[in-house]
């Protein structure tokens, strides 16, 4: 068993945060916060301080998962898995970044989302040691 982990979803389809949540607590974790857009997002990160965030790439609103996912690094220093169904080849190189810790294409499949949360934790871990931190 995988320590228990603090994750925020940021996704605006209901229904996916549905099956994501249910996903989250069966892993073992705790939810901290549900946010369909970007700025939500930012907000919930300095009120909770996730320990990784899920993020959608395509979100209402002005900010998208990215921005948004970039925002949160430079501030915050949170690992983000992106869960997306945009596989075009542009979305993939400008989600890459230093914070990024997975890339999920939807459907996402509880196993596979335990393992990048995982791996995800792991890796910021890692980093961190590696800075000096």
């Known amino acids: 068993m995988t ?3 603090k994750i ?16 989250i607590k069966h892993l073992g974790h705790e939810i901290i916060g549900i946010s369909q857009t970007g ?3 930012i907000n919930l990160c300095s009120l909770q301080r996730p320990d990784v965030i899920l993020m959608d ?12 996912a970039k925002n949160i690094h ?14 075009e080849e542009e979305t ?3 989600a890459i970044y230093k914070n990024t810790y997975g890339f999920l294409m939807k459907p996402v499949y ?6 990048a949360i995982q791996f995800a934790m ?8 590696d800075k000096g931190n």
């Open 3 to 5: 320590a228990k982990r």
């Open 8 to 23: 925020l979803i940021v996704e605006d389809d209901k229904m996916l945060c549905t099956i994501f949540e249910m996903f």
């Open 39 to 41: 700025t939500e997002a």
């Open 57 to 68: 790439i395509h979100l209402d609103g002005t900010i998208n998962g990215i921005d948004a």
């Open 74 to 87: 430079h501030t915050y220093d949170i690992p983000v898995i992106y869960i997306t169904g945009d596989i």
């Open 92 to 94: 993939i190189r400008s």
């Open 110 to 115: 509880q196993d596979t989302l335990g393992v």
């Open 122 to 129: 792991a890796k910021h871990e890692y980093d961190k040691i």
